[in-house]
Protein backbone atom coordinates (compact mmCIF):
# COMPACT_ATOMS: atom_id res chain seq x y z
CA UNK A 1 0.00 0.00 0.00
CA UNK A 2 1.08 3.33 -1.01
CA UNK A 3 2.11 5.86 1.67
CA UNK A 4 -0.83 8.21 2.03
CA UNK A 5 0.40 11.99 1.92
CA UNK A 6 -1.72 13.89 4.10
CA UNK A 7 -3.25 17.13 3.89
CA UNK A 8 -5.82 17.01 5.95
CA UNK A 9 -4.97 17.91 9.44
CA UNK A 10 -8.06 20.14 10.11
CA UNK A 11 -9.82 17.16 10.23
CA UNK A 12 -7.81 15.05 12.60
CA UNK A 13 -3.63 15.47 13.10
CA UNK A 14 -1.81 12.55 12.92
CA UNK A 15 -0.62 11.10 16.61
CA UNK A 16 2.20 12.45 17.89
CA UNK A 17 5.13 9.56 17.45
CA UNK A 18 5.40 7.20 20.48
CA UNK A 19 2.90 9.59 22.68
CA UNK A 20 0.05 7.29 22.32
CA UNK A 21 2.20 4.03 23.04
CA UNK A 22 4.18 5.91 25.72
CA UNK A 23 0.05 6.63 27.78
CA UNK A 24 -0.96 2.81 26.61
CA UNK A 25 1.96 1.27 28.31
CA UNK A 26 2.11 3.60 31.64
CA UNK A 27 -1.46 2.75 31.69
CA UNK A 28 -1.53 -0.71 31.21
CA UNK A 29 1.35 -0.54 34.83
CA UNK A 30 -0.77 2.30 36.09
CA UNK A 31 -4.59 1.68 35.48
CA UNK A 32 -6.42 2.61 38.84
CA UNK A 33 -9.90 4.35 38.49
CA UNK A 34 -9.59 7.90 39.75
CA UNK A 35 -12.27 7.91 41.33
CA UNK A 36 -11.44 5.00 43.35
CA UNK A 37 -10.49 5.80 47.78
CA UNK A 38 -7.21 4.08 47.65
CA UNK A 39 -4.04 5.86 47.37
CA UNK A 40 -3.32 4.34 43.97
CA UNK A 41 -6.64 6.11 42.69
CA UNK A 42 -5.54 8.78 44.08
CA UNK A 43 -2.28 8.57 42.42
CA UNK A 44 -3.83 8.29 39.52
CA UNK A 45 -6.31 11.03 39.83
CA UNK A 46 -3.01 13.08 40.74
CA UNK A 47 -1.89 13.00 37.25
CA UNK A 48 -5.34 14.27 36.02
CA UNK A 49 -4.77 17.16 38.13
CA UNK A 50 -1.08 17.53 36.66
CA UNK A 51 -2.46 17.35 33.18
CA UNK A 52 -5.10 20.18 34.31
CA UNK A 53 -1.94 22.17 35.84
CA UNK A 54 0.07 22.46 32.40
CA UNK A 55 -2.68 23.52 30.55
CA UNK A 56 -3.02 25.97 33.45
CA UNK A 57 0.17 27.44 32.53
CA UNK A 58 -0.16 27.31 28.26
CA UNK A 59 -3.27 29.32 28.90
CA UNK A 60 -2.57 31.61 31.69
CA UNK A 61 -5.89 30.63 33.16
CA UNK A 62 -7.27 28.98 36.42
CA UNK A 63 -6.69 25.53 36.76
CA UNK A 64 -9.85 24.90 38.41
CA UNK A 65 -11.96 26.23 35.22
CA UNK A 66 -10.81 23.74 33.13
CA UNK A 67 -13.14 20.48 32.95
CA UNK A 68 -11.90 17.01 30.60
CA UNK A 69 -14.55 16.16 28.28
CA UNK A 70 -14.61 13.05 25.53
CA UNK A 71 -14.98 15.15 22.58
CA UNK A 72 -15.11 18.83 20.62
CA UNK A 73 -19.00 17.82 20.76
CA UNK A 74 -19.62 17.55 24.09
CA UNK A 75 -16.85 20.52 24.56
CA UNK A 76 -19.43 22.55 22.97
CA UNK A 77 -22.61 21.72 24.25
CA UNK A 78 -21.12 22.05 27.74
CA UNK A 79 -20.11 25.32 27.28
CA UNK A 80 -23.62 26.26 26.63
CA UNK A 81 -25.21 24.26 28.97
CA UNK A 82 -22.40 26.31 31.15
CA UNK A 83 -22.81 29.31 29.71
CA UNK A 84 -27.27 29.12 29.49
CA UNK A 85 -27.13 31.18 33.46
CA UNK A 86 -26.27 34.32 31.18
CA UNK A 87 -28.83 33.91 28.31
CA UNK A 88 -31.94 36.20 29.16
CA UNK A 89 -33.37 36.72 25.53
CA UNK A 90 -31.01 35.75 23.19
CA UNK A 91 -27.11 34.84 22.39
CA UNK A 92 -24.73 35.84 19.55
CA UNK A 93 -23.51 33.25 16.98
CA UNK A 94 -21.00 33.66 14.14
CA UNK A 95 -21.98 32.27 10.96
CA UNK A 96 -19.07 29.74 11.08
CA UNK A 97 -19.34 27.72 14.07
CA UNK A 98 -19.11 23.94 14.27
CA UNK A 99 -22.48 22.06 13.64
CA UNK A 100 -21.89 20.87 17.46
CA UNK A 101 -22.17 24.33 18.45
CA UNK A 102 -25.82 25.38 16.87
CA UNK A 103 -26.98 22.11 17.63
CA UNK A 104 -26.51 22.19 21.36
CA UNK A 105 -28.64 25.60 21.32
CA UNK A 106 -31.58 23.60 19.96
CA UNK A 107 -31.44 20.88 22.34
CA UNK A 108 -31.02 22.72 24.95
CA UNK A 109 -34.34 25.43 23.42
CA UNK A 110 -31.89 28.50 23.68
CA UNK A 111 -32.47 30.97 21.08
CA UNK A 112 -29.55 32.65 19.44
CA UNK A 113 -28.67 35.07 16.25
CA UNK A 114 -26.36 34.66 14.09
CA UNK A 115 -24.08 37.50 12.67
CA UNK A 116 -23.79 38.29 9.34
CA UNK A 117 -20.20 37.92 7.26
CA UNK A 118 -19.01 38.87 3.90
CA UNK A 119 -16.37 37.78 1.62
CA UNK A 120 -13.87 38.33 3.79
CA UNK A 121 -14.91 35.89 6.30
CA UNK A 122 -14.75 38.28 9.27
CA UNK A 123 -17.70 39.10 11.50
CA UNK A 124 -19.01 42.49 11.98
CA UNK A 125 -17.66 44.68 14.70
CA UNK A 126 -20.16 47.81 14.46
CA UNK A 127 -23.07 44.56 13.53
CA UNK A 128 -22.56 42.97 17.10
CA UNK A 129 -22.41 46.36 18.56
CA UNK A 130 -25.62 47.12 17.61
CA UNK A 131 -27.12 44.22 18.61
CA UNK A 132 -25.49 44.21 22.38
CA UNK A 133 -26.71 47.56 22.14
CA UNK A 134 -30.60 46.62 21.84
CA UNK A 135 -30.61 43.37 23.13
CA UNK A 136 -27.74 42.26 25.83
CA UNK A 137 -26.51 38.90 25.61
CA UNK A 138 -23.50 36.41 25.44
CA UNK A 139 -21.26 36.04 21.92
CA UNK A 140 -19.98 32.96 20.41
CA UNK A 141 -17.41 33.20 17.88
CA UNK A 142 -14.77 30.67 16.72
CA UNK A 143 -11.22 31.97 16.58
CA UNK A 144 -10.00 30.16 13.58
CA UNK A 145 -12.15 28.38 10.35
CA UNK A 146 -12.82 24.99 10.37
CA UNK A 147 -12.73 25.17 6.53
CA UNK A 148 -11.60 28.55 5.69
CA UNK A 149 -8.70 28.90 8.49
CA UNK A 150 -9.89 32.77 8.99
CA UNK A 151 -8.74 34.25 12.16
CA UNK A 152 -11.80 36.72 13.92
CA UNK A 153 -10.56 39.48 15.87
CA UNK A 154 -11.93 37.90 18.97
CA UNK A 155 -9.71 40.83 21.30
CA UNK A 156 -11.79 43.08 19.57
CA UNK A 157 -14.89 40.95 19.55
CA UNK A 158 -14.75 40.68 23.78
CA UNK A 159 -14.55 44.29 24.28
CA UNK A 160 -17.17 45.09 22.12
CA UNK A 161 -19.49 42.55 24.07
CA UNK A 162 -17.58 43.37 27.76
CA UNK A 163 -18.52 46.90 26.59
CA UNK A 164 -22.52 45.86 27.47
CA UNK A 165 -21.20 43.22 30.06
CA UNK A 166 -21.74 40.07 28.13
CA UNK A 167 -19.43 37.05 28.40
CA UNK A 168 -17.44 36.15 25.26
CA UNK A 169 -16.96 32.70 24.08
CA UNK A 170 -14.62 30.84 22.26
CA UNK A 171 -13.96 27.52 19.95
CA UNK A 172 -10.49 26.92 19.65
CA UNK A 173 -10.69 23.87 18.40
CA UNK A 174 -8.78 25.17 15.16
CA UNK A 175 -6.61 27.32 16.42
CA UNK A 176 -5.48 26.59 19.63
CA UNK A 177 -1.36 25.45 19.74
CA UNK A 178 -1.38 27.16 16.07
CA UNK A 179 -1.45 30.54 16.10
CA UNK A 180 -0.97 32.86 19.32
CA UNK A 181 -4.34 32.96 21.45
CA UNK A 182 -5.50 35.97 23.71
CA UNK A 183 -6.77 34.09 26.56
CA UNK A 184 -7.02 36.78 29.23
CA UNK A 185 -9.96 37.80 27.68
CA UNK A 186 -12.30 34.56 26.94
CA UNK A 187 -14.83 33.45 29.61
CA UNK A 188 -15.04 30.58 27.90
CA UNK A 189 -13.42 28.07 25.52
CA UNK A 190 -13.07 24.54 24.18
CA UNK A 191 -10.03 22.80 22.37
CA UNK A 192 -9.75 19.05 21.44
CA UNK A 193 -6.92 16.36 21.75
CA UNK A 194 -6.82 14.94 18.77
CA UNK A 195 -6.81 18.27 16.34
CA UNK A 196 -3.28 18.42 18.30
CA UNK A 197 -1.87 15.03 17.77
CA UNK A 198 -2.88 13.68 21.27
CA UNK A 199 -5.58 11.54 19.51
CA UNK A 200 -8.95 10.37 20.01
CA UNK A 201 -11.21 10.18 23.64
CA UNK A 202 -10.66 13.76 25.26
CA UNK A 203 -11.29 17.29 24.99
CA UNK A 204 -11.31 20.23 27.13
CA UNK A 205 -13.63 22.86 28.03
CA UNK A 206 -12.70 25.78 30.33
CA UNK A 207 -15.22 28.23 31.92
CA UNK A 208 -14.77 30.85 34.26
CA UNK A 209 -15.13 28.61 37.89
CA UNK A 210 -16.38 32.16 39.51
CA UNK A 211 -19.41 30.72 37.42
CA UNK A 212 -18.92 27.04 37.06
CA UNK A 213 -22.69 25.71 38.25
CA UNK A 214 -22.93 22.70 40.15
CA UNK A 215 -23.25 19.33 38.07
CA UNK A 216 -23.24 19.55 34.51
CA UNK A 217 -24.72 17.86 31.32
CA UNK A 218 -23.84 14.05 32.92
CA UNK A 219 -25.43 13.17 36.01
CA UNK A 220 -24.30 10.19 38.35
CA UNK A 221 -20.90 10.72 39.75
CA UNK A 222 -18.81 13.73 40.68
CA UNK A 223 -15.98 13.42 38.31
CA UNK A 224 -14.11 16.53 36.74
CA UNK A 225 -15.02 18.67 40.05
CA UNK A 226 -18.44 17.45 40.06
CA UNK A 227 -18.93 19.27 36.79
CA UNK A 228 -18.99 15.77 34.39
CA UNK A 229 -19.45 12.78 35.34
CA UNK A 230 -18.50 9.86 34.15
CA UNK A 231 -15.06 7.92 34.91
CA UNK A 232 -12.17 9.59 33.26
CA UNK A 233 -10.36 8.98 29.92
CA UNK A 234 -6.96 9.70 31.64
CA UNK A 235 -4.72 8.21 29.14
CA UNK A 236 -6.23 10.30 26.77
CA UNK A 237 -6.21 13.55 28.68
CA UNK A 238 -2.53 12.83 29.24
CA UNK A 239 -1.22 12.87 25.92
CA UNK A 240 -3.36 15.76 25.33
CA UNK A 241 -1.35 17.16 27.89
CA UNK A 242 1.62 16.15 26.99
CA UNK A 243 0.94 17.05 22.74
CA UNK A 244 -0.19 20.61 23.79
CA UNK A 245 3.25 21.30 25.17
CA UNK A 246 4.84 19.89 22.14
CA UNK A 247 2.57 21.95 19.53
CA UNK A 248 3.45 24.59 22.05
CA UNK A 249 7.31 24.70 22.13
CA UNK A 250 6.77 23.95 18.05
CA UNK A 251 4.61 27.14 17.20
CA UNK A 252 6.68 29.73 15.71
CA UNK A 253 9.19 27.38 14.06
CA UNK A 254 6.43 25.64 12.86
CA UNK A 255 4.50 28.64 11.36
CA UNK A 256 7.32 29.71 9.46
CA UNK A 257 7.49 26.26 7.98
CA UNK A 258 3.73 26.30 6.77
CA UNK A 259 3.35 29.60 5.74
CA UNK A 260 5.72 29.35 2.92
CA UNK A 261 4.31 25.97 2.14
CA UNK A 262 0.72 27.63 1.83
CA UNK A 263 2.04 30.21 -0.49
CA UNK A 264 3.61 27.62 -2.71
CA UNK A 265 0.42 25.64 -2.88
CA UNK A 266 -1.87 28.81 -3.01
CA UNK A 267 0.29 29.96 -6.30
CA UNK A 268 -0.30 26.66 -7.95
CA UNK A 269 -4.03 26.22 -7.15
CA UNK A 270 -4.13 30.56 -8.73
CA UNK A 271 -2.29 29.24 -12.04
CA UNK A 272 -4.90 26.71 -12.75
CA UNK A 273 -7.58 29.24 -12.38
CA UNK A 274 -8.84 28.80 -8.79
CA UNK A 275 -9.61 31.49 -6.48
CA UNK A 276 -8.68 31.53 -2.72
CA UNK A 277 -11.15 31.92 -0.15
CA UNK A 278 -10.50 35.29 2.41
CA UNK A 279 -6.93 35.23 0.52
CA UNK A 280 -6.46 39.02 1.83
CA UNK A 281 -7.78 37.59 5.40
CA UNK A 282 -6.06 37.35 8.47
CA UNK A 283 -5.96 32.72 7.85
CA UNK A 284 -4.04 30.09 9.81
CA UNK A 285 -0.92 29.03 8.04
CA UNK A 286 -1.76 25.62 7.68
CA UNK A 287 -5.43 26.24 5.97
CA UNK A 288 -5.86 26.58 2.43
CA UNK A 289 -9.69 26.81 1.14
CA UNK A 290 -10.10 27.12 -2.77
CA UNK A 291 -12.81 27.09 -5.57
CA UNK A 292 -11.57 24.91 -8.37
CA UNK A 293 -12.41 25.73 -11.92
CA UNK A 294 -13.99 22.17 -12.32
CA UNK A 295 -17.79 21.46 -12.46
CA UNK A 296 -17.55 17.83 -10.81
CA UNK A 297 -15.40 17.98 -7.69
CA UNK A 298 -15.65 13.80 -6.97
CA UNK A 299 -13.76 12.84 -10.40
CA UNK A 300 -11.16 15.52 -8.66
CA UNK A 301 -11.48 13.86 -5.14
CA UNK A 302 -11.08 10.48 -6.72
CA UNK A 303 -8.25 11.63 -8.50
CA UNK A 304 -6.19 12.70 -5.68
CA UNK A 305 -7.11 9.85 -3.39
CA UNK A 306 -5.90 7.43 -6.29
CA UNK A 307 -2.57 9.42 -6.17
CA UNK A 308 -2.49 9.17 -2.60
CA UNK A 309 -3.42 12.25 -1.24
CA UNK A 310 -5.58 12.87 1.73
CA UNK A 311 -7.45 16.63 1.57
CA UNK A 312 -10.94 17.41 2.02
CA UNK A 313 -14.00 19.36 0.41
CA UNK A 314 -14.33 21.14 3.76
CA UNK A 315 -15.66 20.54 7.32
CA UNK A 316 -15.27 16.94 8.77
CA UNK A 317 -18.78 16.92 9.61
CA UNK A 318 -20.07 17.71 5.73
CA UNK A 319 -17.11 15.93 3.75
CA UNK A 320 -18.88 13.05 3.80
CA UNK A 321 -22.15 14.10 2.56
CA UNK A 322 -20.82 16.53 0.09
CA UNK A 323 -23.23 19.49 0.94
CA UNK A 324 -21.98 23.15 0.03
CA UNK A 325 -19.97 24.47 2.61
CA UNK A 326 -22.81 26.79 5.69
CA UNK A 327 -19.42 29.05 5.92
CA UNK A 328 -19.47 29.64 1.97
CA UNK A 329 -22.70 30.65 1.91
CA UNK A 330 -22.75 32.76 4.92
CA UNK A 331 -19.72 34.59 3.00
CA UNK A 332 -22.33 35.14 0.02
CA UNK A 333 -21.17 32.12 -2.45
CA UNK A 334 -23.39 30.79 -3.78
CA UNK A 335 -24.28 26.58 -4.05
CA UNK A 336 -23.03 26.07 -7.10
CA UNK A 337 -19.76 27.95 -6.33
CA UNK A 338 -19.58 26.43 -2.81
CA UNK A 339 -19.92 22.82 -4.39
CA UNK A 340 -16.22 23.96 -6.27
CA UNK A 341 -14.58 23.81 -2.79
CA UNK A 342 -11.38 22.27 -1.66
CA UNK A 343 -9.67 22.40 1.67
CA UNK A 344 -5.80 21.63 1.77
CA UNK A 345 -4.69 21.81 5.55
CA UNK A 346 -0.90 21.15 6.28
CA UNK A 347 0.88 20.45 10.09
CA UNK A 348 3.43 19.59 12.08
CA UNK A 349 4.57 16.85 10.01
CA UNK A 350 4.12 17.87 6.53
CA UNK A 351 7.38 18.55 4.51
CA UNK A 352 8.31 20.53 1.41
CA UNK A 353 9.02 17.37 -0.62
CA UNK A 354 5.20 16.24 0.33
CA UNK A 355 3.99 19.87 -0.48
CA UNK A 356 5.77 19.52 -4.28
CA UNK A 357 4.14 15.86 -4.77
CA UNK A 358 1.05 17.75 -3.86
CA UNK A 359 1.52 20.38 -6.41
CA UNK A 360 2.53 18.14 -8.93
CA UNK A 361 -0.95 16.11 -8.22
CA UNK A 362 -3.27 19.12 -8.59
CA UNK A 363 -2.30 20.14 -11.44
CA UNK A 364 -2.14 16.52 -13.29
CA UNK A 365 -5.27 16.19 -11.47
CA UNK A 366 -7.47 19.60 -12.76
CA UNK A 367 -6.21 19.31 -16.26
CA UNK A 368 -7.21 15.81 -16.48
CA UNK A 369 -10.59 16.53 -15.78
CA UNK A 370 -11.26 19.93 -17.63
Avoid at 104 to 124: E, N, Q, T
Avoid at 201 to 226: A, I, M, R, T, Y
Amino acid sequence: MKRIKYFDYNATHPPIPGLLTKVLQEYEEDFFNPSGPTRFSLARQGKIEEARKVLAKLTGKDPKGFVFVSSGTEADYSLVYFAKQFIKTTAYLSPFEHAALYSSFRSLGIPYKVLSADKSGLVSLSELESYLKDEPGPVFVLHAGNETGVIQPIEELAEVSAKFGMPFYSDLIQSFSKIPVPFSVLNGFTFSGHKIGGGLGSSVLWFDPKHLPEGGVFQGGNQENGHRAGTENSPSILALAEAAQIQFAEMENKNKRLEYYRNKIESKLKSMGAEIVAENSPRLFSTTFALLPLDDLDFFMMGMEEKGFALSTGSSCKSRSREAAPSLLAMGYSEEEALRAIRISTGLYTTEEEVDSLLIALEETILSIR
